[in-house]
């Protein structure tokens, strides 16, 4: 992973939106405000749709020098240049996304809840692991669940661990106590009624407590 990349913040996951203009400003607004990394995901999304979006995010992205992540795709973040890719289960293997995306991109792995899971991804070529849900989520609400031990014992592997699944600024701060490096976060920040306060917030929970 490229080492100017910051590997501490709010890691903003796009919410499915069809009208690219207003997915756009929704995403600069949380990016003007302090968003760390972007991942660019649109589940019922057509293939055309998912492109024209991730290109448009790119230069967004790179004037405010935010890694763009492309959710399940490798070969669509290797063909508009983004900073990664992030791989869930079935989504393709780690080790072939790895060698067509070269050594300096960011590629993360969904663990869910299974420490083994993380060994062998980050074994096969993984920047990072993403561990979740913690708490109840809008987005996945029958989602396996991760507990703090999990985040504690995975400081072993050397790489960030990102954290998800119904996190909001109220319980994030024992998350980040217990090792995570990143607080990833849908509809926290998007469906909030300020979204710029709300990526705000997120922030503040990797601050010493006052």
Not at 84 to 108: K, S, V, Y
Not at 116 to 144: D, E, I, M, N, W
Not at 188 to 207: M, N
Request: glycine share 8%.
């Amino acid at each position: 992973m490229n080492p100017r990349w910051p590997r501490r913040g709010l890691y903003a996951i796009t919410p499915d939106e069809a009208d690219t203009g207003r997915l756009l400003a929704r995403v600069e607004t949380v990016l003007r405000a302090g968003a760390t990394w972007l991942q660019y995901r649109n589940k019922p999304a057509s293939e055309d749709l998912r492109a024209e979006q991730a290109l448009a995010l790119q230069p967004l992205c790179r004037s405010f020098d935010v890694p763009l992540i492309i959710n399940d795709d490798w070969a669509l973040a290797a063909a508009i240049g983004a900073a990664g890719a992030h791989l869930g289960e079935d989504d393709g293997e780690i080790a072939l996304a790895r060698h067509e995306l070269g050594p300096e991109a960011i590629l993360g792995a969904s663990c869910y809840d299974d420490a083994g899971l993380a060994r062998q991804a980050v074994f096969a070529g993984a920047s990072y692991v993403a561990f979740g849900a913690f708490f109840p989520s809008p987005t996945k609400p029958h989602a396996r669940r991760a507990t703090l031990d999990l985040l504690r014992t995975a400081a072993v592997l050397g790489v960030p661990r990102v954290a998800i699944g119904g996190i909001t600024p109220d319980n994030a701060r024992p998350l980040v106590e217990a090792g995570a490096d990143l607080l990833a976060v849908i509809s926290g920040v998007f469906d909030a009624p300020d979204p710029a306060a709300a990526t705000r917030a997120y922030i503040s929970c990797f601050e010493e407590p006052r």
